[in-house]
């Protein structure tokens, strides 16, 4: 191709993404009919029985941006010219689907349900322009929206997120304001983590303690924490259901509910008394499955948990527990014989069976971590596969249900990127960014198409363990300079809308690029909306090789910003010269570029890293492990060759940092060679990934000889398979 033709192709490619309706997440079918419809102020809201929470919320969505107070009939005949919302069984196939007609003189909307009809008010919202969101009056905009046909329903039923409200505890308002979140993006499950080490958040009137004990943390003016009265989770569970989002509590067992045992110390095996967690680790205090007053407790929290929250479902967590305190326990060892046992995780499933058996009585279906749903439990759970999709593949065959929360697509606890500046959040493994989230497939490769009704859809989890400090939602520091979105707005958009969008749009109808089109005007949306979320950076088109240099072409992908660029090493900023063309630079690592929405919100820049630049204090690279120099489970040497980078007598220290892989690298020894003979070593068990620790090893060389050759053995494995790949630096001291 031809420069001409580069340079049309991406006019054309710019022209039709501006001439399509950018919807999010992509319905089903959209057939332009050329007409459009506008909105003003004698517009009439027409429903049919039975609507008339959706014909409100419509109404609260459409007049504080238009100033319109618009009327409201509820009728079955004649309603024409205006925005009718109505029932349609025939269109009740899937109970979320909708039709929707945007045509000259009326907008129809119907659904099987009022969910359906719900969803199409909010397919609506995204015809209108991006100011429709906003709170106060936007004077001079025409409310047009342009014709259409639109069918729709989603590909799948569970389309969660959930809140980790233990380890922060989020204001009942910032609760609501996500569930609007969410709704934009036809979201419909709010899946609660009210209970960890660190937090109870839900009021239970017969044990006071769990919340005047159990929902606060740290003394004095570190203190902090709160819960949720039961009236406050009354109004989440009504404003909720308006918006067809089911909010599923969990209420963590037999693990992470240090908070709970704090508050009550008979839960626990040894019946000390512990305090709140104030920093974030598991905590091995367990509630003791020996003791029957623990079944007695939980069948009490059932009773008052059940009576607020409606959902059919209720977690009861079952991730990550040590069995360390249920071994050394008197009465956990006696049930354990007593059954006949043979292990402390078998007790697990005995613990979860009851519990199950407990809440059935309410006709209440268990969900756990992919902890529960491995072995022994008959009547069928929902797992939520987190940490190995091969569980989903046994949970099926074994009857459960199963609903993808799977680490690496869709922990939004972890950044977006590595790009320096990027927030501070979790980093035991890869960031996940926007097209990550994008790649997330329910249906896991392999998946045989049979076992299709017992894959429910997939959640993202908004883990919060990284802000166990301080009493505020954390504001992103001044290196986004001054954007002061807060921190899980950044973290949640705008990849709930790609998670939205696997969840909800045909397989055959998703494509990344046509996404990444659409997304250019959602960004302005947030913006009404008064949602944060991550700027993302200009998008690079190409960047050929020139006679001195190279010819950069990038591409904004954020309606309304602009691209703003630095040629001369320094990081560009929101006064930097404006991209207009294509640029010719001599060097890479002099550019820079960042999308500017406006002076005080932009994005972290575009840049060509060098490699490990991350790590460039800990001294040069003496050498790389990747999958193939890595044996698996079990130790095995890994090589490097430090020829003339030990270049003197001196003490030298080797770091370890994990760079990619799904296991992090554990280190037993380094070995030092001179001339094929060990010289010196440091034993002394390191881990790089994940929870890091111990990654640097130090040793000194006494008798440097010139021109010797100097090699590094170091005993190494992943810690889940040989998944793993990283970079050792060495550094004279
Ligand atoms: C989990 O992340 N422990 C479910
Ligand atoms: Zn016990």
Not at 363 to 388: C, H, P, Q
Not at 516 to 543: C, F, T, W
Not at 655 to 671: N, P, Q
Request: proline share 3%; hydrophobic share 35%; charged share 25%.
């Amino acid at each position: 191709m031809n420069k001409l033709m580069l340079c049309c192709a991406f006019i054309l490619a710019a022209v039709s993404a501006s001439a399509q309706l950018n919807i999010v997440p992509l319905p089903k079918h959209i057939t332009e009919n050329g007409t459009s419809f506008t909105i003003v102020k004698d517009t009439k809201i027409y429903y049919e029985q039975g609507l008339k929470a959706q014909a409100e919320l419509l109404n609260a969505a459409l007049s504080p941006a238009t100033g319109f107070d618009f009327e409201m009939i509820q009728s079955k005949q004649g309603m024409q010219n205006g925005i009718i919302l109505k029932f349609d069984k025939s269109s009740a196939a899937n109970k979320e689907g909708y039709r929707l007609t945007v045509k000259n003189n009326a907008v129809v909307l119907s659904g099987g349900t009022a969910a359906g009809v719900f969803y199409g008010t909010q397919t609506l919202l995204q015809m209108l322009p991006a100011a429709i969101h906003d709170q106060t009056r936007q004077k001079g905009v025409t409310w047009k929206i342009r014709g259409a046909d639109i069918e729709d329903a989603p590909l799948w039923g569970w389309r969660g997120m959930m809140l980790d409200v233990s380890r922060y505890f989020f204001s009942k308002d910032y609760v609501l304001k996500f569930i609007d979140m969410m709704s934009m993006y036809k979201m419909n499950v709010l899946h609660l983590h009210l209970v960890d080490d660190a937090g109870w958040r839900l009021e239970i009137k017969k044990y006071p303690k769990l919340t005047s004990v159990g929902a606060w943390r740290g003394d004095g003016a570190e203190r902090t924490g709160g819960y949720y009265t039961q009236e406050d989770i009354k109004e989440m569970v009504a404003y909720a259901s308006l918006r067809n989002v089911d909010i599923i509590p969990e209420i963590e067992i037999p693990a992470h509910t240090l908070s709970s045992i704090a508050a009550y110390p008979f839960l626990s095996c040894t019946g000390e008394q512990y305090v709140v967690q104030t920093q974030h680790s598991i905590s091995k205090e367990i509630l003791c499955v020996g003791k029957e007053s623990t079944f007695d407790f939980m069948a009490d929290v059932f009773k008052e948990t059940f009576a607020l929250f409606p959902s059919k479902y209720i977690h009861i967590g079952g991730d990550e527990a040590n069995y360390d305190r249920w071994k050394a326990c008197p009465h956990c060892q006696k049930r354990k014989a007593d059954l006949g046992l043979k292990t402390e995780k078998e007790l697990q499933v005995y613990f979860n069976q009851r519990v199950q058996k407990m809440v059935s009585k309410y006709s209440k279906t268990i969900v756990g971590w992919n902890e529960i749903i491995e072995d022994g439990l008959t009547d069928k759970a929902v797992g939520m596969i987190w940490n190995d999709q091969q569980k989903a593949f046994k949970a099926v065959e074994d009857g459960h249900y199963t609903v993808m929360t799977l680490t690496e697509y869709s922990y939004f606890d972890f950044p977006e990127s590595k790009i320096p500046g990027e927030v501070k959040a979790a980093g035991w493994r890869s960031p996940i960014s926007l097209e990550k989230v994008y790649q997330l497939n329910p249906m896991l490769k392999g998946m045989d198409e049979k076992y299709r009704p017992q894959i429910l859809g997939a959640s993202a989890a908004l883990w919060s363990d990284q802000f166990i400090h301080g009493t505020l939602l954390q504001e992103i520091p001044l290196l986004n300079e001054n954007r002061s979105e807060k921190y899980f707005d950044y973290l949640s958009f705008p990849r709930m809308a790609a998670m939205a969008e696997v969840c909800w749009t045909p397989v055959a109808r998703q494509g990344w690029t046509d996404f990444e089109q659409r997304m250019r005007s959602q960004y302005k949306r947030y913006d009404h909306a008064g949602y944060g979320y991550r700027v993302p950076q200009p998008k690079l088109i190409s960047n050929e090789k020139a006679a001195d240099g190279y010819l950069l072409k990038l591409e904004n992908i954020v309606d309304g910003a602009e691209i703003r660029y630095s040629t001369d090493g320094t990081r560009a900023s929101a006064y930097s010269a404006v991209y207009t063309q294509p640029i010719k630079i001599k060097q890479l690592a002099d550019f820079s570029a960042i999308t500017v929405v406006n002076r005080n919100v932009y994005s972290l820049p575009f840049y060509f890293p060098e490699k490990y630049e991350q790590f460039k204090n800990y001294g040069e690279l003496v050498g790389e492990w990747k999958p193939s120099k890595v044996k698996g489970k079990e130790f095995g040497l890994f090589e490097m060759n430090a020829s003339g980078k030990i270049n003197g007598n001196g003490n030298y220290q080797l770091a370890f940092w994990y760079t990619d892989g799904d296991s992090r690298l554990e280190i037993k020894s380094v070995e030092v060679y001179k001339n094929g003979v060990k010289v010196t070593e440091d034993v002394h068990d390191g881990f790089t990934g994940g929870s890091q620790q111990n990654n640097l090893y130090k040793f000194s060389i006494k008798e440097y000889e010139t021109g010797a050759e100097f090699t590094i053995k170091a005993l190494v494995r992943g810690d889940i398979s040989n998944d793993s790949n990283g970079a050792v630096f060495i550094k004279k001291l």
